[in-house]
């Protein structure tokens, strides 16, 4: 299957994402990778609303796919295999993904790969670090999703060893955010503003890290309690009438947050005897994260792999990069009815 070339299609929340990947032995090769967001029209809302969400999946398809046919100067006939995100993700988005994806594969009398979205996030790595070794520890974290995978075989073979019981590591930020009176999504603005705060200045709890958290949950993640934590600090400074550290506050939580994934994570690696960790989601865009996670993998022997900013958010690369690892092992393809798969499960790689 090396040279094939795949289409990847990816509709799981705001972003229409269309990517072109030809397949390589070593590694495969990412030609375009274009994306129309909708965020803007879910800003004023405070979070994504899915039926705006479909609607402008349905009218950025056709565009964002000529523009990435152009882009990499390529015909739609060129293309081998049609890879598209068949899950977890907004049902409604997941739809038209889906729906343009099987009319393409008809029309092409191509096969249909319907992949799992969380697992695209870590496959996108292949695209810029290359191939991935034999083992790897992938940890996926973004607003939807903070969760740890054992990846032995990124086309066949994962393995989903934990996930948070309650908010997702990005839903954390953009909660705080709210609660801080910043704009949505918070993310990135509590980012800017732990920049310039002291992360030793207010104590926040780690969730999960107590011992007698270790026998059931070493490998997952709970961010709700940090959250509560938060809100009753800043609270009982209001009601004092004292003025609101920002900055402080911002670092003091970014540096929980960071603390907890990395650790976890790191135990994780050693636990399975892994040496290579992948992050990914939009998350891994959190600088606090980014130079933790690169501090404390140097002193654990752990090579660390965080693909660039731009590959870390929704996008099709991501998912056309799984197809073509999915393509490459021999995966039988997709049905052409395949249903979507709101809460597809971590381990199942292709429906
Ligand atoms: O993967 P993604 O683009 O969409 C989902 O599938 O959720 O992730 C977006 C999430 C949002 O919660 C956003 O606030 C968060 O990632 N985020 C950040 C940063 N950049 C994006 N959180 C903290 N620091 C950042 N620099
Ligand atoms: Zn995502």
């Avoid at 910043?182 to 705060?197: K, V």
Wanted: net charge negative.
């Amino acid at each position: 299957m090396a040279d094939a070339l795949v289409l990847g299609i990816e509709t799981s929340c705001d972003e229409t994402g269309v990517a072109l990947v030809r397949v390589g032995d070593e590694g495969s090769e990412l030609l375009t990778d274009v994306v129309a967001s909708s965020m803007d029209e879910h800003a004023r809302f405070g979070g994504i609303i899915p039926e705006i969400a479909s609607r402008a999946h349905l009218e950025a398809m056709v565009p964002t796919l000529g523009t990435a046919l152009e882009r990499a100067d390529v015909d739609l006939g060129q293309v081998d295999a049609i890879a598209v995100t068949a899950g977890p993700g907004l049902v409604g988005p997941l739809t038209v993904g889906a729906a343009a994806a099987k009319a393409l594969a008809v029309g092409l009398g191509v096969p249909l790969y319907g992949v799992n979205h969380v697992i695209g996030h870590a496959a996108v790595d292949e695209l810029v670090h290359g191939r991935f070794p034999d083992r790897v520890m992938a940890l996926v974290v973004s607003g939807g999703h903070s969760s740890l995978l054992l990846v032995d075989d990124v086309a066949t073979d994962v393995t989903e060893l934990g996930h948070t019981l309650d908010d997702a590591a990005g839903e954390a930020f953009d909660k705080v955010g709210r609660l801080l009176g910043l704009p949505y999504p918070g993310g990135p603005h509590i980012d800017r503003l732990a920049r310039e705060g002291d992360p030793t200045a207010i104590r926040f709890p780690r969730g999960l890290t107590a011992a007698k958290d270790q026998a059931r949950h070493a490998d997952d993640f709970s961010f709700s309690g940090l959250k509560t934590a938060v809100a009753r600090w800043v609270e009982a400074r209001q009601d004092a009438g004292e003025e609101i550290p920002l900055n402080d506050v911002a670092a003091s939580f970014a540096a929980a947050v960071a603390d907890v994934l990395t650790a976890k994570t790191i135990a994780a690696c050693h636990r399975h005897g892994v040496d290579t960790l992948v992050i990914g989601g939009g998350f891994s865009a959190n600088s606090q994260l980014r130079e933790l996670a690169a501090e404390r993998c140097a002193e654990a022997g752990i090579t660390l792999r965080i693909p660039p900013i731009r590959y870390c958010t929704d996008n099709g690369a991501m998912i056309a990069a799984l197809g073509a690892a999915v393509l490459r092992a021999g995966v039988a393809p997709s049905s052409l009815d395949l249903p979507v798969d709101s809460s597809m499960p971590l381990t199942q790689v292709t429906v």
